[in-house]
């Protein structure tokens, strides 16, 4: 069946070990099933992959890819659920040391096929289309729980996001203004801040702009390039969730700033298949459609991934088979 994958990796030119052909059928082991992919969406998580970071060498050829929707044996439409926990595992799956996501430790969904364990198929609702549904496991999800799980925040009240365009600040930004939170962001073009106002943000600022006032809450992806802006943006006692550190793990702590003020620092990942499916709830409920910036065939992959490697994004990069 046709994939994208990688065999070896490459911490500095990922697109160069990207390979989009030919894989062997999934093997569905007892208690897992098969679906059949109708779209899979890009994530950042898969260009961490190609740089060989979560995923070692010795775990290759993997197929890439955390997020699909497509049909079940029975030609059920379905989201698959990234998150797999290890046997066994009760409760919240995000907390389970051992879990791992789709592409990490099995085979990913950037294929035609992919193999799941059987409660990670959730029914997809019929208002949302393969594509919609697509984007919905990974950047969605993460954003929905960073927000109404993890941050504490309140409707009415002020959140930055660091990012514009990204397929999770492009969710935060949607879902939050849904929510009735005031949601301003920080994007690299005037383009992206453009894009990100008429997706709801009330603000569009550029990144590190001195704020009108301070915030309550920041959305951090971004880490390095942002993460002192994010700590000086907040009110005192104010609250930053992280989820991802795209420009790097170790920026300054900022520490005065984070004692002195009372800020709480959040991480965040993913979330559960509980929340997976209260998230769908929601965008039936307000008619919230994931922002998508493109649809390309699945044989097109290098092309998705060289416009999120090279920062081209507006919203979900989405493969449709
Ligand atoms: N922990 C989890 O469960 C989890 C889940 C999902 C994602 N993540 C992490 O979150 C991050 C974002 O993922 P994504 O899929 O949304 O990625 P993406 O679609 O490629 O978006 C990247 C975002 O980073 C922003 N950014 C700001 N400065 C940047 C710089 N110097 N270089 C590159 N990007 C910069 C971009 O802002 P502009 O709009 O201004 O370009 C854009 O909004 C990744 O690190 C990913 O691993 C973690």
């Not at 040391?97 to 959730?122: F, I």
């Not at 390309?296 to 990069?317: S, Y």
């Given at each position: 069946?046709?994939?994208?994958?990688?065999?070896?990796?490459?911490?500095?030119?990922?697109?160069?070990?990207?390979?989009?052909?030919?894989?062997?059928?999934?093997?569905?082991?007892?208690?897992?099933?098969?679906?059949?992919?109708k779209a899979?969406?890009?994530?950042?998580?898969?260009?961490?992959?190609?740089?060989?970071?979560?995923?070692?060498?010795?775990?290759?050829?993997?197929?890439?890819?955390?997020?699909?929707a497509?049909?079940?044996?029975?030609?059920?439409?379905?989201?698959?659920?990234?998150?797999?926990?290890?046997?066994?595992?009760?409760?919240?799956?995000?907390?389970?040391?051992?879990?791992?996501?789709?592409?990490?430790?099995?085979?990913?969904?950037?294929?035609?096929?992919?193999?799941?364990?059987?409660?990670?198929?959730?029914?997809k609702?019929t208002a949302l289309s393969f594509a919609e549904a697509a984007?919905?496991?990974?950047?969605?999800?993460?954003?929905?729980?960073?927000?109404?799980?993890?941050?504490?925040?309140?409707?009415?009240?002020?959140?930055?996001?660091?990012?514009?365009?990204?397929?999770?600040?492009?969710?935060?930004?949607?879902?939050?203004?849904?929510?009735?939170?005031?949601?301003?962001?920080?994007?690299?073009?005037?383009?992206?801040?453009?894009?990100?106002?008429?997706?709801?943000?009330?603000?569009?600022?550029?990144?590190?702009?001195?704020?009108?006032?301070?915030?309550?809450?920041?959305?951090?992806?971004?880490?390095?390039?942002?993460?002192?802006?994010?700590?000086?943006?907040?009110?005192?006692?104010?609250?930053?969730?992280?989820?991802?550190?795209?420009?790097?793990?170790?920026?300054?702590?900022?520490?005065?700033?984070?004692?002195?003020?009372?800020?709480?620092?959040?991480?965040?990942?993913?979330?559960?298949?509980?929340?997976?499916?209260?998230?769908?709830?929601?965008?039936?409920?307000?008619?919230?459609r994931p922002?998508i910036?493109?649809e390309?065939?699945?044989?097109?992959?290098?092309?998705?991934?060289?416009?999120?490697?090279?920062?081209?994004?507006?919203?979900?990069?989405v493969?449709v088979?």
């Open positions: 069946m046709l994939a994208a994958f990688v065999s070896a990796p490459s911490p500095d030119d990922p697109l160069s070990v990207l390979e989009v052909g030919e894989r062997p059928e999934p093997e569905a082991p007892e208690g897992w099933t098969t679906v059949t992919v899979a969406a890009l994530n950042h998580h898969d260009l961490f992959s190609l740089r060989g970071v979560g995923l070692p060498a010795e775990r290759m050829p993997m197929t890439l890819g955390c997020d699909a497509g049909t079940d044996a029975d030609g059920n439409e379905v989201v698959v659920h990234a998150v797999v926990s290890s046997p066994g595992w009760t409760g919240d799956e995000t907390l389970d040391p051992k879990r791992s996501l789709l592409s990490e430790r099995y085979q990913g969904t950037l294929a035609e096929r992919v193999a799941v364990p059987a409660r990670n198929v959730v029914p609702p984007c919905l496991p990974t950047a969605w999800l993460t954003a929905y729980r960073m927000l109404f799980v993890r941050s504490g925040l309140r409707p009415g009240q002020t959140v930055l996001v660091q990012g514009a365009s990204g397929g999770v600040a492009t969710a935060l930004v949607q879902l939050g203004t849904a929510a009735g939170y005031r949601m301003w962001v920080t994007g690299r073009s005037e383009e992206k801040r453009t894009a990100a106002l008429a997706l709801g943000a009330e603000q569009a600022f550029e990144p590190g702009a001195r704020l009108p006032e301070r915030v309550d809450g920041v959305m951090e992806s971004v880490g390095k390039a942002t993460w002192a802006h994010s700590i000086r943006s907040l009110k005192p006692g104010g609250v930053v969730v992280t989820c991802g550190a795209t420009t790097g793990f170790d920026p300054s702590a900022e520490l005065n700033r984070v004692f002195f003020t009372q800020l709480s620092v959040v991480g965040s990942t993913m979330g559960t298949r509980e929340e997976l499916a209260q998230l769908m709830r929601m965008l039936e409920v307000t008619g919230v922002q910036d493109v390309l065939p699945l044989r097109e992959a290098r092309e998705g991934f060289a416009r999120m490697l090279e920062g081209r994004t507006n919203g979900k990069i493969f088979g």
